[in-house]
Protein backbone atom coordinates (compact mmCIF):
# COMPACT_ATOMS: atom_id res chain seq x y z
CA UNK A 1 0.00 0.00 0.00
CA UNK A 2 1.22 3.68 -0.35
CA UNK A 3 0.72 6.13 2.15
CA UNK A 4 -1.23 9.04 0.99
CA UNK A 5 -1.64 12.89 2.81
CA UNK A 6 -3.99 15.44 1.47
CA UNK A 7 -3.82 19.01 2.33
CA UNK A 8 -5.46 22.20 0.93
CA UNK A 9 -8.35 21.74 2.88
CA UNK A 10 -10.25 25.16 4.11
CA UNK A 11 -13.48 27.24 4.36
CA UNK A 12 -14.12 29.37 1.56
CA UNK A 13 -17.92 31.32 0.78
CA UNK A 14 -19.97 29.94 -2.47
CA UNK A 15 -18.31 30.67 -5.31
CA UNK A 16 -15.02 30.38 -4.62
CA UNK A 17 -12.33 28.02 -4.86
CA UNK A 18 -10.07 25.87 -2.95
CA UNK A 19 -7.25 23.55 -4.33
CA UNK A 20 -6.46 20.23 -3.03
CA UNK A 21 -3.00 18.60 -2.63
CA UNK A 22 -2.34 14.61 -2.01
CA UNK A 23 0.97 13.90 -1.80
CA UNK A 24 2.51 9.80 -1.69
CA UNK A 25 4.91 8.04 -0.43
CA UNK A 26 6.42 5.68 -3.22
CA UNK A 27 8.88 6.40 -6.02
CA UNK A 28 6.64 4.22 -8.03
CA UNK A 29 3.93 6.77 -7.98
CA UNK A 30 2.96 6.61 -11.47
CA UNK A 31 1.89 3.20 -11.51
CA UNK A 32 -1.37 3.96 -9.73
CA UNK A 33 -4.42 5.18 -10.43
CA UNK A 34 -5.61 8.35 -8.54
CA UNK A 35 -9.18 9.18 -7.67
CA UNK A 36 -10.83 11.67 -5.28
CA UNK A 37 -13.56 10.86 -3.04
CA UNK A 38 -15.91 12.65 -0.75
CA UNK A 39 -17.83 11.88 2.55
CA UNK A 40 -20.30 14.31 3.73
CA UNK A 41 -21.63 14.13 7.47
CA UNK A 42 -24.26 11.22 7.39
CA UNK A 43 -23.92 10.35 3.68
CA UNK A 44 -21.75 7.79 2.38
CA UNK A 45 -18.31 8.83 0.70
CA UNK A 46 -18.93 9.31 -2.90
CA UNK A 47 -16.61 9.43 -5.69
CA UNK A 48 -15.60 12.99 -7.18
CA UNK A 49 -12.91 12.47 -9.84
CA UNK A 50 -10.49 10.01 -10.83
CA UNK A 51 -7.09 9.85 -12.96
CA UNK A 52 -5.13 7.50 -15.47
CA UNK A 53 -1.29 6.92 -14.50
CA UNK A 54 -0.09 9.18 -17.11
CA UNK A 55 -3.11 11.63 -16.89
CA UNK A 56 -4.41 9.91 -20.24
CA UNK A 57 -7.96 10.36 -18.89
CA UNK A 58 -9.91 11.92 -16.67
CA UNK A 59 -13.35 10.60 -15.30
CA UNK A 60 -15.54 12.81 -13.21
CA UNK A 61 -18.87 12.38 -11.19
CA UNK A 62 -21.92 14.60 -13.01
CA UNK A 63 -21.99 16.70 -9.95
CA UNK A 64 -18.15 18.14 -9.92
CA UNK A 65 -18.29 18.07 -14.00
CA UNK A 66 -17.25 21.49 -15.37
CA UNK A 67 -16.07 22.98 -11.93
CA UNK A 68 -13.80 20.39 -10.85
CA UNK A 69 -10.49 19.71 -12.01
CA UNK A 70 -7.70 16.64 -11.12
CA UNK A 71 -5.02 16.64 -12.19
CA UNK A 72 -1.09 14.86 -11.34
CA UNK A 73 2.67 15.43 -11.01
CA UNK A 74 4.34 12.04 -11.57
CA UNK A 75 7.82 13.91 -10.55
CA UNK A 76 6.22 15.48 -7.67
CA UNK A 77 4.19 12.24 -6.45
CA UNK A 78 1.36 14.15 -6.17
CA UNK A 79 -2.40 14.53 -7.39
CA UNK A 80 -4.09 17.64 -7.26
CA UNK A 81 -7.88 18.46 -7.50
CA UNK A 82 -8.89 22.30 -8.50
CA UNK A 83 -12.45 23.25 -6.92
CA UNK A 84 -13.94 26.16 -8.85
CA UNK A 85 -17.42 27.69 -8.71
CA UNK A 86 -17.90 26.23 -5.02
CA UNK A 87 -21.14 25.28 -3.67
CA UNK A 88 -22.23 24.51 -0.30
CA UNK A 89 -23.33 21.22 -0.87
CA UNK A 90 -19.74 20.44 -1.95
CA UNK A 91 -18.98 20.44 2.19
CA UNK A 92 -17.17 17.35 3.13
CA UNK A 93 -14.34 15.74 4.40
CA UNK A 94 -12.31 15.12 0.69
CA UNK A 95 -10.14 11.74 0.40
CA UNK A 96 -7.59 10.88 -2.08
CA UNK A 97 -7.07 6.94 -3.08
CA UNK A 98 -5.16 5.09 -5.00
CA UNK A 99 -4.95 1.61 -6.94
CA UNK A 100 -2.57 -0.16 -8.76
CA UNK A 101 -5.16 -2.39 -11.30
CA UNK A 102 -7.00 -0.39 -14.08
CA UNK A 103 -10.23 1.62 -13.03
CA UNK A 104 -13.45 -0.19 -12.87
CA UNK A 105 -16.63 1.59 -14.14
CA UNK A 106 -18.98 2.69 -11.90
CA UNK A 107 -15.60 4.15 -9.70
CA UNK A 108 -16.83 2.87 -5.97
CA UNK A 109 -14.43 3.20 -2.89
CA UNK A 110 -14.70 0.20 -2.34
CA UNK A 111 -11.86 -0.52 -5.55
CA UNK A 112 -9.45 1.35 -3.75
CA UNK A 113 -7.21 0.32 -1.15
CA UNK A 114 -4.92 3.23 -0.22
CA UNK A 115 -6.47 5.97 1.53
CA UNK A 116 -5.14 9.37 2.90
CA UNK A 117 -6.70 10.71 6.17
CA UNK A 118 -9.05 13.15 4.54
CA UNK A 119 -9.43 17.09 4.43
CA UNK A 120 -11.92 19.21 5.55
CA UNK A 121 -13.38 22.03 2.66
CA UNK A 122 -16.59 23.73 4.46
CA UNK A 123 -18.58 26.02 1.77
CA UNK A 124 -20.33 28.98 3.72
CA UNK A 125 -23.79 30.48 1.96
Known amino acids: QVQLEESGGGLVQAGGSLSLSCAAS????????MAWFRQAPGKEREFVAA????????YYADSVKGRFTISRDNAKFTVYLQMNSLKPEDTAVYYC??????????????????WGQGTQVTVSS
Open 97 to 114: AARTSGLVFPIRSSDFGS
Open 26 to 33: VRTFSTYY
Open 51 to 58: ITRAAGST
